[in-house]
């Protein structure tokens, strides 16, 4: 049996959420506008559902709209406030390490409507600084979006402090890896989240907007929900939704703790257990159910495939997809390792014994899939640098990977590297944007200097670049 540890991609269908479910379609499948006796019951379960969530929520009832799913509601915020202040001006800020949806609403803002678009970097755990996100601010700064926690690794994102500093700039705040989890941050104009993340059915979304927030829906109009989301509301899936958050934040409260455990045992024991892991993320500041690691020299889908035949459905954040073999965005945003990278994240009641299985089972896994690539990964042993040093461009090793994906010109550096004499220079020709990533965290990890990078051509290549770098041991 496979043991489930992907709830940041969907948690299972919590048991309140089924009951409510199966109850809901025989008691609530009439339409809620209706004023006939199956429609006003429909109405009041869907009141009913808008309470529970605005009270979890810490909002106003007539604050909450449904939506068919978290995409939909942090696309429809975006638009619909950036549409609601446009006089103010056309600029929008977001954090570097966003959810998809908000890049792609960000994109669309910038070339379909001429707006500016302002990406705040972020730390080497993911995290951005309040100070900096604020100074991105300008007097036509229309909307600010900041996620509440990241959901490729789990660092929580300073929200109060940033919706303190922003002055009358309204803040979305992407909640849906929070919601239900944790106490929603103060501070924010509008707010999202995503049913199917903490346990309710999947095409239920939650877009908040505060009382006194422009807002001009992006869409034709419509009387539904406020005038923000056209279309029938589906009112079992919603009234499923609201009691599996209402459950779901009790049993956080106990939960919460006993998986912050679990999870600091796997960010203690994976390093120590498989060589050349980096496990990333903020240690202290993060969701208490999920830990992110990248390990050195392996493809994060054949690293994922042998946990899953190994009885362990986790998740991956990798820089090489089958869909567009480009790296994470959240990962090169941070500076950190984007090749075999695993995220785990436990469900609620995840058990103690199966984490202790996936700890004894990853590293067999790890070493079977390195196994072909014949790689000593010991630390070379220390040699003495020429004296005077050595120009990168002189004497440099040439390795050729162009044509090759991730992570194989990595692993061809760490073959060869070897092959120089410390203080020598070793010349990576690659096209694969991931490279430019991958080979300057590879350094950081094994203690080698990055130079930069450099024309192919000056080192007999065709295409793409150079990526220099100084063994320094």
Same mark, same amino acid.
């Given at each position: 049996?496979?043991?489930?540890?992907?709830?940041? $991609?969907?948690?299972?269908?919590?048991?309140?959420?089924?009951?409510?479910?199966?109850?809901?379609?025989?008691?609530?499948?009439?339409?809620?506008?209706?004023?006939?006796?199956?429609?006003?019951?429909?109405?009041?379960?869907?009141?009913?559902?808008?309470?529970?969530?605005?009270?979890?929520?810490?909002?106003?009832?007539?604050?909450?709209?449904?939506?068919?799913?978290?995409?939909?509601?942090?696309?429809?915020?975006?638009?619909?406030?950036?549409?609601?202040?446009?006089?103010?001006?056309?600029?929008?800020?977001?954090?570097? =390490?966003?959810?998809?949806?908000?890049?792609?609403?960000?994109?669309?803002?910038?070339?379909?409507?001429?707006?500016?678009?302002?990406?705040?970097?972020?730390?080497?755990?993911?995290?951005?600084?309040?100070?900096?996100?604020?100074?991105?601010?300008?007097?036509?700064?229309?909307?600010?979006?900041?996620?509440?926690?990241?959901?490729?690794?789990?660092?929580?994102?300073? =929200?109060?402090?940033?919706?303190?500093?922003?002055?009358?700039?309204?803040?979305?705040?992407?909640?849906?890896?929070?919601?239900?989890?944790?106490?929603?941050?103060?501070?924010?104009?509008?707010?999202?989240?995503?049913?199917?993340?903490?346990?309710?059915?999947?095409?239920?979304?939650?877009?908040?907007?505060?009382?006194?927030?422009?807002?001009?829906?992006?869409?034709?109009?419509?009387?539904?929900?406020?005038?923000?989301?056209?279309?029938?509301?589906?009112?079992?899936?919603?009234?499923?939704?609201?009691?599996?958050?209402?459950?779901?934040?009790?049993?956080?409260?106990?939960?919460?703790?006993?998986?912050?455990?679990?999870?600091?045992?796997?960010?203690?024991?994976?390093?120590?257990?498989?060589?050349?892991?980096?496990?990333?993320?903020?240690?202290?500041?993060?969701?208490?159910?999920? =830990?992110?690691?990248?390990?050195?020299?392996?493809?994060?889908? =054949?690293?994922?495939?042998?946990?899953?035949?190994?009885?362990?459905?986790?998740?991956?954040? $990798?820089?090489?997809?089958?869909?567009?073999?480009?790296?994470?965005?959240?990962?090169?945003?941070?500076?950190?390792?984007?090749?075999?990278?695993?995220?785990?994240?436990?469900?609620?009641?995840?058990?103690?014994?199966?984490?202790?299985?996936?700890?004894?089972?990853?590293?067999?896994?790890?070493?079977?899939?390195?196994?072909?690539?014949?790689?000593?990964?010991?630390?070379?042993?220390?040699?003495?640098?020429?004296?005077?040093?050595?120009?990168?461009?002189?004497?440099?090793?040439?390795?050729?990977?162009?044509?090759?994906?991730?992570?194989?010109?990595?692993?061809?550096?760490?073959?060869?590297?070897?092959?120089?004499?410390?203080?020598?220079?070793?010349?990576?020709?690659?096209?694969?944007?991931?490279?430019?990533?991958?080979?300057?965290?590879?350094?950081?990890?094994?203690?080698?200097?990055?130079?930069?990078?450099?024309?192919?051509?000056?080192?007999?290549?065709?295409?793409?670049?150079?990526?220099?770098?100084?063994?320094?041991?």
């Amino acid at each position: 049996m496979t043991v489930y540890f992907d709830v940041a $991609s969907t948690a299972p269908l919590h048991p309140v959420a089924r009951q409510a479910l199966t109850a809901a379609l025989d008691e609530g499948w009439a339409d809620p506008a209706r004023l006939y006796r199956a429609g006003r019951q429909a109405r009041m379960l869907l009141d009913a559902a808008r309470e529970t969530v605005a009270e979890v929520l810490g909002a106003r009832a007539d604050e909450i709209s449904f939506t068919a799913g978290g995409t939909q509601a942090v696309q429809l915020g975006m638009l619909g406030a950036l549409a609601g202040h446009r006089r103010r001006g056309a600029h929008l800020v977001h954090s570097a =390490v966003e959810h998809s949806s908000v890049l792609h609403t960000a994109e669309r803002h910038g070339v379909a409507s001429g707006g500016e678009v302002t990406a705040v970097p972020v730390d080497r755990y993911g995290r951005v600084d309040a100070q900096e996100f604020a100074a991105a601010l300008r007097p036509d700064t229309a909307l600010a979006v900041l996620q509440s926690a990241n959901h490729e690794v789990g660092t929580v994102q300073p =929200v109060a402090e940033v919706a303190g500093l922003r002055g009358d700039v309204p803040l979305l705040v992407d909640a849906a890896q929070s919601a239900g989890r944790m106490d929603v941050p103060g501070g924010w104009s509008l707010l999202t989240a995503s049913a199917h993340k903490w346990g309710g059915p999947a095409g239920v979304g939650v877009l908040a907007v505060r009382k006194g927030v422009r807002y001009s829906s992006p869409l034709p109009a419509d009387e539904r929900e406020g005038g923000r989301v056209p279309g029938f509301v589906n009112v079992p899936a919603i009234v499923a939704a609201a009691a599996s958050l209402r459950a779901v934040r009790a049993e956080a409260e106990r939960e919460n703790a006993r998986l912050h455990a679990l999870v600091e045992r796997i960010r203690a024991r994976v390093p120590r257990s498989v060589p050349e892991v980096e496990v990333v993320g903020d240690p202290v500041r993060r969701l208490p159910h999920l =830990v992110t690691f990248s390990c050195l020299y392996v493809d994060g889908e =054949v690293l994922l495939t042998e946990l899953d035949r190994a009885g362990f459905a986790v998740s991956s954040g $990798s820089s090489c997809t089958s869909s567009t073999l480009t790296p994470s965005h959240v990962l090169a945003a941070m500076g950190v390792l984007t090749e075999g990278n695993v995220r785990v994240s436990l469900p609620f009641g995840a058990a103690e014994a199966d984490v202790e299985r996936f700890l004894a089972v990853l590293p067999e896994v790890v070493a079977r899939v390195r196994a072909p690539l014949g790689l000593d990964l010991s630390l070379p042993e220390p040699a003495r640098e020429p004296a005077g040093g050595r120009s990168p461009a002189v004497d440099a090793l040439v390795i050729d990977a162009l044509g090759k994906r991730c992570p194989l010109p990595v692993i061809e550096l760490a073959k060869r590297i070897g092959e120089v004499p410390a203080g020598g220079t070793v010349a990576v020709l690659a096209d694969d944007e991931a490279a430019r990533l991958d080979i300057p965290a590879w350094c950081g990890m094994r203690g080698q200097e990055y130079l930069g990078e450099a024309p192919a051509a000056d080192f007999g290549g065709d295409r793409g670049s150079a990526y220099l770098v100084r063994r320094t041991a």
